[in-house]
């Protein structure tokens, strides 16, 4: 097997006084193996000195070297920590990693602006936290990117909207409404202002506008893993279960599923004077679409378009 295939780094990982795994940081994962003859017992000087426990929030702190093999499933929580920050640390693109199981090695954790803690810890010492100020941010299995990795050459209008794990190139906007989830991100320079749903990816200079949704495969979604093509547009509000190609527009407020009928403006009518029909499935990844509602029928139609798709302004994704 290729050492390409396997991640490995230094980690910091957090355990409550009880012994639960919470989390692992890892500042610089690297692709490959161990180092032959590393010694995990000599700590890097810059992890060792923050490897000291918090009082307040019940839990230790200790360093750890971890490896893990891309092709094979998460076996324990560093090592699930280690593929999400691989992802945000850019070193594999979204589907490139197994993460079956990643579920069961990610527990849910009480997020504060202190670090991590176990719900139950939270909830029995809310009077102390708050005197201490420290405040819960979330209760969830993944915590926000930016309390982790910091993506050079992105924007990120809010943080809670952006989990560990998603993958964002440079030149990427995450506005504040934007989502984007683990196992998901852009291929380039793009806009987010909707929702980019786990294992869907996003291409070069794309635009995913304000309410706009992309189904994944988490909750019902099927098998099929939907990407966005180059320069294409998906309108507010609108919503795609199929793949778009490059140069794509999708009508703003028009959801395209892969059960949808769409009736081929370009295609010759049939004797009724009808125009073929086909469902979505047969159109996704297919460059060079508007999807667009018919005003009259309420029918969903596609139509040829030529040239390129949207520009981004330059200035906002330089």
């Known amino acids: 097997m290729s050492d390409e295939r396997w991640v490995w780094g230094w980690g910091l990982v957090t355990t409550t006084d009880e012994g639960a795994v919470l989390d692992t940081w890892f500042p610089e994962p690297v692709i490959g193996r161990l180092p032959l ?29 971890v490896e893990s093999d891309l092709d094979a499933a998460p076996s324990s929580t560093p090592d699930a920590y280690l593929r999400l920050h691989a992802l945000s640390h850019r070193l594999v693109r979204p589907n490139e990693v197994n993460l079956d199981g990643v579920f069961g090695h990610l527990p849910n954790v009480a997020w504060t602006n202190a ?55 440079p030149g990427t906007t995450v506005m504040h409404e934007g989502f984007v989830n683990y196992n998901a991100g852009t291929l380039g320079a793009s806009m987010v202002e909707g929702r980019v749903s786990q294992g869907v990816v996003v291409g070069d200079g794309s635009d995913i506008g304000g309410g706009a949704s992309i189904m994944g495969t988490l909750s019902g979604g099927g098998q099929h893993r939907v990407s966005i093509g180059a320069r294409t547009l998906l309108g507010a509000n609108a919503g795609v279960g199929i793949s778009l190609g490059d140069d794509c527009v999708v009508e703003a407020g028009l959801y395209v599923t892969a059960g949808s009928k769409i009736v081929l403006v370009d295609e010759a009518p049939r004797a009724d004077g009808s125009r073929p029909t086909v469902k979505g499935a047969e159109l996704s990844g297919v460059p060079g679409i508007l999807f667009r509602r018919n005003s009259l029928t309420g029918a969903v139609e596609a139509v040829r378009r030529a040239g390129a798709g949207v520009t981004l302004n330059e200035a906002l994704h330089a």
């Open 37 to 65: 003859g590393l010694d995990p017992a000599i700590a890097p000087e810059n992890l060792d000195r923050l490897a000291v426990p918090d009082e307040r929030r019940r839990v230790r702190v200790d360093v750890v070297a």
């Open 115 to 169: 670090g991590p803690m176990h719900p139950e810890d939270a909830a029995r010492l809310r009077p102390e936290l708050a005197r201490d100020g420290i405040q819960i941010q979330g209760l969830d299995k993944f915590p926000r990117l930016l309390d982790y990795v910091v993506p050079e050459g992105v924007r990120i209008a809010d943080a809670s909207r952006v989990r560990l794990g998603a993958y964002l190139s």
